[in-house]
């Protein structure tokens, strides 16, 4: 019993941190419909989760083979197949040649791509977005109808990203928490929104007929 109330107290400590301002949100202002979905299991298939791994590690990867050596420093998000691109390049003809290159990239289904036209930050901006990343994921962990195990959540130069595959009211909620937290300059939401149904179809499907990876099947990833 002890134990209980200690957890239950220290989620209700982390619901009540990081009060702040409200900055704009994009992507989030959806009605809220549909009915609770399953939150335990991943919404991606199995071989969408593993691809998704070596996305992130690939095409930076290639990116920085085609810009050789312009000053850059870019981070891949992949969420099922959808390519999230942040950081900073110094021309609009790298940004371009980045963009390219992670749509040509093998598996790749969407590129958005944030990249900021200027000089790469300092240390200290990133380890802010570090922390402000890890109250963002905090402050969601502690929010109700909405699931931290079912998107990922990136910060650059205080912007936050959210990605994943997510309803109408977890989309709208996850980004209303996000632009709660203090520090947080934007909410973009690049959330891929499905209807409570799609998501239930989508679960069971994968139930019926899992994906099976196998040693091989995935690209090879450059360290």
Request: proline share 3%.
């Amino acid at each position: 019993m002890k134990k209980t109330l200690l957890l239950a107290s220290v989620l209700a400590a982390i619901s009540s941190l990081i009060a702040g301002c409200a900055p704009a949100i994009v992507g989030g202002a959806v009605a809220a419909t549909g009915t609770a979905v399953s939150t335990a299991t991943d919404r991606r298939s199995t071989g969408s989760v593993v691809n998704d791994e070596v996305l992130e590690k690939r095409i930076p990867w290639e990116i920085s083979q085609k810009l050789g050596d312009t000053p850059s420093h870019i981070t891949a998000t992949a969420y099922n197949g959808k390519v999230l691109l942040t950081g900073e390049v110094p021309t609009e003809s790298a940004r371009a040649v980045a963009s390219e290159v992670a749509k040509t990239s093998l598996d790749v289904g969407e590129v958005i791509n944030e990249l900021a036209v200027q000089e790469n930050v300092g240390a200290m901006q990133r380890l802010s977005d570090s922390t402000l990343a890890t109250k963002v994921r905090s402050r969601l962990i502690a929010t109700e109808n909405v699931y931290l195990n079912q998107m990922k959540v990136t910060v650059d130069r205080g912007i936050v990203y959210l990605m994943g595959l997510v309803t109408p009211e977890e989309n709208k909620i996850a980004c209303e928490t996000a632009a709660k937290t203090s520090g947080v300059q934007r909410v973009i939401s690049v959330c891929e929104v499905l209807s409570s149904e799609q998501i239930k179809q989508r679960i069971k499907d994968m139930e019926v007929a899992p994906e099976v990876v196998t040693e091989g099947q995935t690209a090879q990833v450059v360290e």
